[in-house]
């Protein structure tokens, strides 16, 4: 049973960069069936897809983050990490690391489902001076 | 992208049945069958229901289908409990190979 821990800081300060990282166990970033995600849910609001990253490195980003976000992958550590910049208040939110079912290979064929199977608990990120 | 539009709330009582709605796009609910549903109890992460439009991944009751029409999807609860009362989300995978998540739908079981 795979499972994501995020860590990082719980304040940032406005204009400044938020950085996280999600630390995965029972399983390995190296795996090609799987991205890895990072998703983001403000006080009392809905869910935000933020981005996500292979084990190769290639990434995809909500294109209304795109121009201040990074998400790289650590194979040797087993964690992916994400780094915002520019930070406001409107980035204040709970922080969560998912893995996304990339394929299913069955029957000698690739099944594309693309969901988010396992999340890890979440951190919250308050911005304030 | 926009966020899939879900109705705020949805309440029924126990044993109804209840159906959430998620409305879309060609571009993301419409064009594929990538559409899932995800359950969140208060200070809790999302926990995945349904899967590409109505499959339930292991351990998740088949009370819970999923079915999709179109640009809609739709969740419907069947026999409805307690501890069905929660927060839904849907999800799609979208055709600039994105991901993009409903309003959210509270569900009160009365």
């Known amino acids: 049973q795979v499972k994501l821990q995020e860590s990082g800081p719980g304040r940032v300060k406005p204009s400044e960069t938020l950085s996280l990282t999600c630390s995965v166990s029972g399983g390995t970033v190296s795996i090609g069936s799987y991205y890895w995600s990072w998703v983001r849910q403000p006080p009392g609001k809905g869910l935000e897809w933020i981005g996500h990253?292979?084990?190769?490195?290639?990434?995809n980003y909500n294109p209304f983050l795109k121009s201040r976000v990074a998400i790289s992958v650590d194979t040797s550590t087993n964690q992916f990490s994400l780094k915002l910049n520019s930070v406001t208040a409107a980035d204040t939110a709970v922080y969560y690391c998912?893995?996304?079912?990339?394929?299913?290979?069955?029957?000698?064929?690739?099944?594309?489902?693309?969901?988010?199977?396992?999340w890890g608990q979440g951190t919250l990120v308050t911005v304030s001076s | 992208q926009s966020a899939l539009t879900q109705p705020p709330s949805v309440s029924g009582s126990p044993g109804q049945s209840v159906t959430i709605s998620c409305s879309g796009t060609?571009?993301?609910?419409?064009?594929?069958?990538?559409v899932s549903w995800y359950q969140q109890s208060p200070g809790t992460a999302p926990k995945v229901m349904i899967y590409e439009v109505s499959n339930r991944p292991s351990g998740v009751p088949d009370r819970f289908s999923g079915s999709k029409s179109g640009n809609t999807a739709s969740l419907t609860i069947s026999g409805l409990q307690a501890d069905d009362e929660a927060d839904y989300y849907c999800?799609?995978?979208?055709?600039?190979?994105?991901?993009?998540f409903g309003t959210g739908t509270k569900v009160t079981v009365l």
């Open positions: 060609s571009s993301d609910v419409g064009s594929y069958s990538r």
């Open positions: 999800s799609s995978y979208t055709t600039s190979s994105t991901y993009v």
């Open positions: 990253v292979y084990y190769s490195g290639s990434t």
């Open positions: 998912a893995r996304v079912v990339y394929y299913d290979y069955v029957g000698g064929s690739y099944h594309y489902q693309y969901f988010f199977d396992s």
